[in-house]
């Protein structure tokens, strides 16, 4: 099981951009999906999470990011609006996974992370 993302890019501030990631490996269950945020010289940050439909988000980017999550493909989306440059990180996909049935414990895994630039 691995945890796919896809979406960084290069962007103007205000514009948008959408990251995806992908649970793969077909787990049992996928619990708390999340995307976290890592800037150059900073400690990694959450972002935003998605558990039961329930979602928080940082306090940096409520009201401009969503995210979302599709669960019968377990694919979470962050869509991100009115990006400034200080969004400007790696953005990383989290996920809680339980392997199989018979594995009670859930897993946390972590993407490789996307990098997105929003030129200043």
């Known amino acids: 099981v691995t945890l796919v993302e896809s979406g960084g890019g290069v962007v103007l501030p205000g514009g948008s951009q959408r990251l995806s990631c992908t649970v793969t490996?077909?787990?049992?269950?996928?619990?708390?999906m999340a995307w976290y945020r890592q800037a150059p010289g900073k400690q990694r940050e959450l972002v935003a999470s998605?558990?039961?439909?329930?979602?928080n988000y940082a306090d940096a980017v409520r009201g401009r990011f969503s995210i979302s999550r599709d669960n019968s493909k377990n694919i979470v989306y962050l869509q991100m609006n009115r990006l400034q440059p200080e969004d400007m990180a790696i953005y990383y996909c989290?996920?809680?996974?339980?392997?199989?049935?018979?594995?009670?414990?859930?897993?946390?895994?972590w993407g490789q992370g996307t990098l997105v630039t929003v030129l200043s």
């Open positions: 998605v558990i039961r439909g329930n979602t």
């Open positions: 490996g077909s787990p049992f269950s996928v619990r708390r």
């Open positions: 989290n996920a809680e996974v339980q392997y199989s049935k018979v594995s009670y414990d859930y897993v946390e895994l």
